[in-house]
């Protein structure tokens, strides 16, 4: 399984962001999630979706402003990102299938996309 995450950028805070990850080789089984990590920081639980059914589950402080959603094909994960603010500012990366979707157990990773909130 390879992920390739794309997206990120420059905005300023309030504005509003998409993040994909695009999954190829093997098919995944579990479901794919968004983690976060900034300098000097641990890597933070973003977002989860379960391939199954949907089932998403949010990190409470994104909760209400980013929404996780993946397209039919189950190829693309996105993640959504409004009224940024600049505490949100890390490297993203997706990863995907793991049992326990929102740590950082993930079997395979992407390399990060860089988000960065101006004030």
């Known amino acids: 399984v390879q992920l390739q995450a794309s997206g990120g950028g420059l905005v300023q805070a309030g504005g509003s962001l998409r993040l994909s990850c695009t999954v190829s080789g093997c098919p995944i089984r579990y479901g794919a999630g968004w983690f976060r990590q900034a300098p000097g920081k641990d890597r933070e639980f973003v977002s989860s979706i379960s391939w199954s059914d949907g089932d998403s589950r949010y990190g409470d402080s994104v909760k209400g402003r980013f929404t996780i959603y993946r397209d039919n094909a189950k190829t693309t994960v996105y993640l959504q990102m409004n009224s940024l603010k600049p505490e949100d500012m890390a490297l993203h990366y997706c990863?995907?299938?793991?049992?326990?979707?929102?740590?950082?157990?993930?079997?395979?990773w992407g390399r990060g996309t860089l988000v960065t909130v101006s004030s």
């Open positions: 990863g995907a299938d793991s049992q326990l979707p929102s740590e950082p157990t993930y079997d395979y």
